[in-house]
């Protein structure tokens, strides 16, 4: 789920790896600056587009701001900052398993004085992450049936037997239907039906054609 506050979090501690020893204010700045200290906000982002009927993307924008002590430094620390997300490409999500903001650009300012002497720069960091939608539960297939088709003749062996038809409770077994025996009202061949003779579709259920 999106969590703004995760997302900035997350972007700390990228950062992190490589400026260990600046302080981080996370979602706002300081009234007093001062030099090593950098200032992580969101800075907004684009209405969510819907991609599939199963999921949406999120565009977010993120402001970094770096105060140094002067131009060179500001440009030395959010350089580094800078090869982070060109080599890494995404960020993973905090406390979000398997979840990644995936960098679009990542843009610098010039270097600037701010009207208490340290000097400042800008970085946006654009990213993107995509949303899956919540979908309906449905029951699960409870029971399912099967038949047995031939050419000829349409039963299950529980129908041959006379436990699954119309008929029920007529104790025809598979033994009196090879013996000849007569089937369900019908007479069958005078010697009897055999196993291959059945699956090949010859008529077991009606009366004997010459």
């Given at each position: 789920?999106?969590?703004?506050?995760?997302?900035?979090?997350?972007?700390?501690?990228?950062?992190g790896?490589?400026?260990?020893?600046?302080?981080?204010?996370?979602?706002?700045?300081?009234?007093?600056?001062?030099?090593?200290?950098?200032?992580?906000?969101?800075?907004?982002?684009?209405?969510?587009?819907?991609?599939?009927?199963?999921?949406?993307?999120?565009?977010?924008?993120?402001?970094?701001?770096?105060?140094?002590?002067?131009?060179?430094d500001?440009?030395?620390?959010?350089?580094?900052?800078?090869?982070?997300?060109?080599?890494?490409?995404?960020?993973?999500?905090?406390?979000?398993?398997?979840?990644?903001?995936?960098?679009?650009?990542f843009?610098?300012?010039?270097?600037?004085?701010?009207?208490?002497?340290?000097?400042?720069?800008?970085?946006?960091?654009?990213?993107?992450?995509?949303e899956?939608?919540?979908?309906?539960?449905y029951?699960?297939?409870?029971?399912?049936?099967?038949?047995?088709?031939?050419?000829?003749?349409?039963?299950?062996?529980?129908?041959?037997?006379?436990?699954?038809?119309?008929?029920?409770?007529?104790?025809?077994?598979?033994?009196?239907?090879?013996?000849?025996?007569?089937?369900?009202?019908?007479?069958?061949?005078?010697?009897?039906?055999?196993?291959?003779?059945?699956?090949?579709?010859?008529?077991?259920?009606?009366?004997?054609?010459?």
């Amino acid at each position: 789920m999106a969590d703004i506050k995760n997302e900035v979090q997350s972007i700390r501690e990228v950062v992190g790896h490589v400026l260990p020893d600046v302080k981080y204010n996370l979602m706002h700045m300081p009234a007093e600056y001062k030099a090593d200290t950098m200032s992580i906000e969101y800075a907004g982002g684009k209405p969510a587009e819907s991609e599939t009927g199963y999921h949406y993307r999120i565009d977010r924008l993120y402001q970094i701001i770096y105060l140094g002590k002067n131009a060179l430094d500001c440009v030395e620390k959010m350089g580094k900052v800078e090869r982070l997300f060109n080599n890494e490409m995404v960020i993973p999500l905090k406390n979000v398993e398997g979840r990644y903001l995936r960098i679009d650009s990542f843009s610098l300012s010039r270097p600037f004085k701010t009207e208490s002497g340290v000097y400042a720069i800008i970085g946006m960091l654009s990213a993107h992450f995509r949303e899956a939608r919540s979908q309906s539960i449905y029951p699960k297939i409870g029971k399912v049936e099967t038949r047995t088709y031939t050419d000829k003749i349409v039963i299950s062996w529980a129908g041959l037997e006379g436990t699954a038809t119309e008929f029920e409770g007529d104790e025809y077994t598979f033994e009196k239907l090879e013996n000849g025996e007569t089937v369900l009202g019908e007479t069958a061949a005078p010697n009897g039906f055999t196993w291959s003779e059945i699956e090949s579709g010859k008529i077991a259920l009606t009366k004997e054609e010459e």
